[in-house]
């Protein structure tokens, strides 16, 4: 078995999902709750200047624009609905090629990526992913809560929920290719057979070639 695992957001994607998909689906739900922008905004500015951590930040969104909790019938409409405009306006011209290429030669696709796992999967799908490792969010009685389970899938956490699903799979992959845009993502990057890095900017250009990461335009 042969693998290759894709980042998303300006990965396989011109811009990144997360932020977009709040907008998006307080429009089409509750278009009242898009008047919490300016505090959205706030809160993404507190979380860079390292006052707010990632894991809360997003379930902080989720609850801002979103509610709580979310029905599964209405968290299927929006993935759904969203899965198409990403398609249409949000993907890289080089990426459909790429993943292409990859499945022509057999290997298993998995996109591994911090967004949420009810919109990711459905991306995922439409995309003809085999698999996806995301942020999981708790399913209760009502639905999809805004709390998330376990760790946002980012940085070295990315890596362990990787491993975690091969084992839970019983999969040992004679090689495995990883492709992102994002140095959080170096744990992976140095994990995988053959690392990628997408649309590199001239800094980790450079990081790039001292590690050993292949470099690849997907603009």
């Known amino acids: 078995m042969h693998i290759a695992i894709y980042d998303m957001d300006r990965t396989i994607t011109r811009r990144g999902t997360f932020t977009p998909f709040l907008i998006f689906a307080a429009r089409r739900r509750a278009p009242w709750r898009l008047v919490a922008l300016p505090l959205w905004v706030l809160a ?3 979380h860079k200047a390292g ?3 990632r894991k809360p930040l997003k379930q902080f969104g989720f609850r801002l624009f979103l509610g709580r909790t979310i029905s599964a019938a209405t968290a ?3 993935a759904d609905a969203y899965a198409t405009h990403t398609l249409a306006q949000n993907i890289l011209p080089g990426a459909l090629p790429r993943i292409a290429a990859d499945r ?5 696709l998995v996109m591994a990526t911090a967004a949420p796992d009810f919109y990711a ?8 992913f085999d698999a996806v490792v995301a942020t999981r969010h708790d399913r209760t009685e009502g639905g999809i809560s805004h709390r998330i389970i376990g760790e946002n899938c980012y940085g ?3 890596l362990a929920m990787i491993r975690a699903w091969l084992a839970d799979n019983a999969l040992a992959p004679h090689s495995t290719r990883f492709y992102t845009d ?6 992976t990057l140095d ?4 690392a990628y890095v997408v649309n590199a900017d001239a800094k980790m250009a450079q990081i790039a070639q001292a590690r050993g990461w292949t470099t690849v335009d997907l603009r």
């Open 191 to 194: 994990w995988a057979d053959e």
């Open 76 to 78: 299927q409409e929006l």
């Open 44 to 46: 993404m500015a507190s």
């Open 121 to 128: 999967c459905t991306i995922g799908a439409a995309l003809g």
């Open 156 to 158: 070295q956490h990315k």
């Open 104 to 108: 022509a030669e057999g290997r298993t």
């Open 182 to 187: 994002d140095f959080s993502d170096a744990p």
């Open 51 to 53: 006052m707010v951590a």
